[in-house]
């Protein structure tokens, strides 16, 4: 079957670093999606992993490492904003599948 | 603008209805999705269409049926045989297929099966 597993609740303080993992356990590994979603709107697109390594863009990074089967999302210099769920979502041959989504709270 | 418009934002329907959900999409993408999102569960694909006139199923089409009669439009029907329809509704799509294109989604239909 496949698996993925994101931890389902984190909280962090504004200006601080977080980082949110993902692995995963799927048939078959094209590349791995982030998306922020706030509640009760769409997903939104972050970032997208194919190659090993770490891809940064502006306050968010996004890693992966396809022979563990983990991946991290890092979001610096936390803002109120960045209150939101965040998923994890892996590329297959014929399909997009999503683990069930960190929702990450910012406190002042 | 380009983008994925769903419609309505909220639907209230009666057990036992038929409704249908609408998306359109003006970013010539070919292929589009849909997903149903419930709390504590991860995104679950209904249905996808890569091409006009052609669908798949997803990991939970039963209880529900789609259409693909133009390029911009990929509107869902809840039927009554749906046994849990009460969910939050999301459209996607993408350049070509889902293999490696990013699926861009439209803001979603609350359905609330009363």
């Known amino acids: 079957g496949q698996n993925i597993d994101q931890p389902t609740e984190m909280t962090a303080t504004e200006g601080a670093i977080v980082q949110i993992n993902c692995t995963y356990q799927?048939?078959?590994?094209?590349?791995l999606f982030w998306y922020q979603q706030h509640a009760g709107e769409a997903p939104t697109f972050l970032s997208y992993?194919?190659?090993?390594g770490l891809e940064e863009k502006g306050r968010f990074s996004s890693f992966l490492s396809r022979s563990k089967g983990y991946s991290y999302l890092l979001l610096k210099e936390l803002q109120m904003k960045d209150s939101a769920s965040y998923l994890c979502a892996v590329t297959l041959t014929d399909k997009l599948i999503f683990g069930t989504g960190t929702r990450l709270q910012v406190f002042p | 603008d380009g983008g994925i418009t769903q419609s309505p934002k909220y639907l209230f329907r009666k057990e036992g209805q038929n409704v249908t959900l609408s998306c359109e999409q003006n970013l010539n993408h070919d292929a589009m999705y849909w997903y149903r999102q419930d709390p504590g569960q991860g995104l679950r694909l209904i249905y996808y269409s890569q091409i006009v006139n052609d669908f798949q199923k997803g990991d939970i089409a039963e209880g529900y049926s789609v259409s693909r009669e133009k390029k911009e439009s990929f509107p869902l029907t809840v039927t009554s045989a749906q046994k849990n329809p009460t969910a939050f509704y999301l459209c996607?799509?993408?350049?070509?297929?889902?293999?490696?294109?990013?699926?861009?989604f439209g803001p979603g239909t609350r359905l609330t099966v009363l």
């Open positions: 992993n194919v190659l090993d």
């Open positions: 799927t048939s078959g590994f094209n590349g």
């Open positions: 996607a799509s993408s350049i070509s297929g889902p293999s490696t294109d990013t699926q861009y």
